[in-house]
Structures are given as structure tokens and as C-alpha cells.
């Protein structure tokens, strides 16, 4: 996700020319990263112990 909005944040810049389509496209991706990341942290949920299979970090899977 926040691949993508680089990726949307260089072309709406270029494209348009100004800087507060951009920034504001920057603003919500940052800000639901961290609404995201804060939520994990703060709701614990209990999680059956497995083995992992990949390097994704433990925010990042379905519920049981």
C-alpha cells in the first residue's frame, strides 16, 4: 500500500503540478498505516501458536 501511494503521490505531483493533491494523498495512506498498526497493538487478540511460513509480520493475519 504504501508502494502504491509513492508511486500515485509522483504522478498526481507531476501530473497536476501542485503539492496539495499529493500531500494529501500522503497524509490518509500515513495516517491509516498508523491508525492500522496502533489498533494491533492496543486490541490483543489471542492467537493459536503456528509455525510461520513467511516473513509478514504477525498484524497481518486473518483471524482464527
Avoid at 13 to 28: D, I, K, Q, T, Y
Wanted: charged share 20%; glycine share 6%.
Amino acid at each position: 500500500m504504501i508502494a502504491v501511494g509513492l508511486v500515485f503521490f509522483i504522478v498526481i505531483r507531476v501530473h497536476l503540478g501542485r503539492w496539495r493533491e499529493p500531500l494529501f494523498l500522503l497524509a490518509a495512506v500515513l495516517g491509516e498505516v498508523r491508525i492500522f498498526l496502533g489498533t494491533t497493538l492496543i486490541i490483543d487478540r489471542c492467537r493459536p501458536p503456528i509455525p510461520h511460513l513467511d516473513r509478514a509480520p504477525p498484524t497481518s493475519r486473518f483471524r482464527s
